[in-house]
């Protein structure tokens, strides 16, 4: 469900916040640390199944879901700020 959330707007966000020069790059450790998300999440996710039960592996996705909204929380609100600093250094 997160990730419907937030697929419409993720790659624009990291095109935002890469510098011009640098937008490849950003975009590039972006797929990346996407693909190893999907590559260790299965793993780590089963082991955690298999070792801990069902409640200790959706109390972790849980929490993992928690500290993602929050970290996207501050990247938010310090893109917004800074995207009205500029634009009203832009303006005058």
């Given amino acids: 469900m997160g990730e419907v959330f937030q697929a ?3 790659q624009s966000l990291v095109a935002d916040l890469a510098p011009v020069h640098m937008r490849g ?3 590039g450790a972006y797929s990346l ?3 190893i998300g ?3 999440g299965a793993p780590i996710g089963g082991r955690i199944l298999g070792r ?3 409640q200790a592996l959706w109390s972790s ?3 993992v879901m928690i500290v993602a909204a929050v970290v996207y ?3 938010y609100v310090k893109q917004r700020s800074t ?3 500029t634009t009203k250094a832009g303006s005058t």
């Fill in 73 to 75: 929380g501050v990247v």
């Fill in 8 to 10: 419409a707007f993720k």
């Fill in 25 to 27: 790059r950003y975009m």
């Fill in 83 to 85: 995207f009205v600093v």
């Fill in 52 to 54: 801990w039960g069902s």
């Fill in 38 to 40: 999907f590559s260790i």
């Fill in 61 to 63: 996705c849980f929490a």
């Fill in 33 to 35: 640390c996407h693909a």
